[in-house]
Each structure stands twice: as C-alpha cells, then as structure tokens.
C-alpha cells in the first residue's frame, strides 16, 4: 500500500521508511505528486500535523502520514515549538537546519537550564475526511549542548544531548538514534496503531 508522507525533508522520509518497512507500506513524499505544502496556522504539534495529513490526502486520493516535529526548550517557554522550522528567521538568519543551530546556540550563550524536549506528533488518515485519525506522539527530553556535537541526522541533533547515552543525537548510529529519538518514539506508536486499526 501506498501512504503519502506530507513533507518533503529527505531526512524525515528516511528515517520513516525504516519503521514503516515491516508493514509493507511504501512512503512517497508529496512532492513527488506534484503536492504543495500545506499552511500550518496552528499553534500546536496536533492540529499541524492533522491539516497537513488531511491535505496530502485530498491531493492524492492515497492514505497520508504526517509529522509536525519540533524543540521546546524549557527556558524559553516550551519555544520554539510549532516554529522550529523557521526558529532562525526570527534572528535574521535564512531558514535552514545549520542556522536554526547557530541562532539557538546564540540564544543560550551564558543560560545555564539547558532542559529541551524534542516532540514529534505523527498523524494518519485514510482519506481527508477520515473521521479516525491515528495520532501519535514521541517525547524525548535531553538538554541542548554548548556546541554541535557528530555529524549524522539533521535538525537539532549535533546539539540535542540525550544524557542516557552521554552522546547527541547526532553522535548516535543512525538505527540507535532511530529506535530513541522522538520521531522513532512516534513512528513505533504509529505502527503499532496501523497494525492494530488498518491491517
């Protein structure tokens, strides 16, 4: 069966096609349909993820799956939150994963409550006007390091230190940080609620 992912980040698509493997589910992203992103108006992970489902679904007549992700960093008040995205832009950088870093690493210079969690809401719809969504979501709390740290994964991960491991994110092997992080949290809940209610 075909599912669409609604995103487009080679990233996210990577990782979620691993978990998705054992179901024999084959995620396409949206732009390979020619889909445009959806707007994200919302001011939580849920609703996000729900409208970017119902979108990718409406455009495709497929299943869709997806994911809004971000950082909540404590002493900011659970920010950037829905907006890790485009965190950096509020700092006058362009938006991209390394200037997100950079603006954040700028932002906690001299803070000493490094405390984050990294969130992931994963949505599932049959159809766009499927009346039961799977929603599932992955929480995993570290603290942001004082520099980027390893070189695999993307996002947040060369600074989002996870004290179990004493190591990043991004210093983890791929299928360690896959099987922990909050994304792999999610997709585990994902599946497990696919097998269940869609197979």
């Known amino acids: ?16 096609q691993v978990m998705f493997a054992p179901l024999g589910f084959e995620l396409i992203t949206q732009g390979s349909l020619g889909i445009p992103e959806a707007p994200e108006p919302f001011h939580t992970f849920i609703e996000n993820a729900l409208a970017k489902a119902r ?5 495709s007549g497929l299943p869709a799956v997806a994911d809004d992700a971000g950082l909540c960093v404590d ?4 920010l950037p939150g829905v907006q890790t995205a485009f965190y950096a832009t509020r700092f006058g950088y362009p938006k991209s994963d390394d ?7 700028e932002q906690m210079q001299g803070v000493d409550n490094r405390r984050a969690a990294m969130v992931s809401t994963l949505v599932a719809v049959r159809s766009a006007q499927d009346p039961e969504p799977l929603v599932a979501v992955g929480r995993v709390v570290g603290e942001i390091a004082r520099e980027r740290l390893g070189t695999n994964g993307f996002g947040f991960d060369p600074v989002m230190f996870i004290p179990e491991f004493g190591l990043t994110f991004a210093q983890l092997p791929i299928e360690v940080k896959n099987a922990n992080s909050h994304r ?14 869609w197979l």
């Open 75 to 78: 002493v900011f008040g659970g």
């Open 99 to 105: 200037n997100n870093v950079r603006a954040l690493l």
């Open 55 to 59: 979108h990718a679904a409406e455009h």
């Open 184 to 197: 792999g949290r999610a997709a585990a809940a994902m599946v497990a609620l696919m097998r269940e209610q």
């Open 1 to 16: 069966m075909k599912i669409v992912l609604a995103s487009n980040n080679p990233g996210k698509l990577a990782e979620l």
